[in-house]
């Protein structure tokens, strides 16, 4: 959504650093992917609930490939 606000929620968190003691938010922004190498690097992550006063609708596409 070209208008989401941040506070509205679907903030992607994750965590990082020496025993993950570290966290980033990565806001939801138009038109852009975030990746996660989970073979390289280990990042546990959540996503924020969407808030009940968000004005505009947000969809997400999530993709998972595994290499064998």
């Avoid at 990565?26 to 975030?34: A, R, V, Y």
Wanted: net charge neutral.
């Amino acid at each position: 959504n070209k208008n989401w606000k941040w506070d509205w929620g679907g903030v992607l968190c994750v965590a990082y650093g020496e025993n993950n003691k570290n966290l980033v938010g990565l806001i939801p922004k138009w038109n852009t992917m975030n990746i996660l190498d989970n073979f390289t690097d280990r990042s546990p992550h959540f996503v924020t609930p969407i808030q009940s006063f968000a004005k505009d609708e947000r969809l997400t596409m999530t993709f998972f490939v595994t290499f064998d």
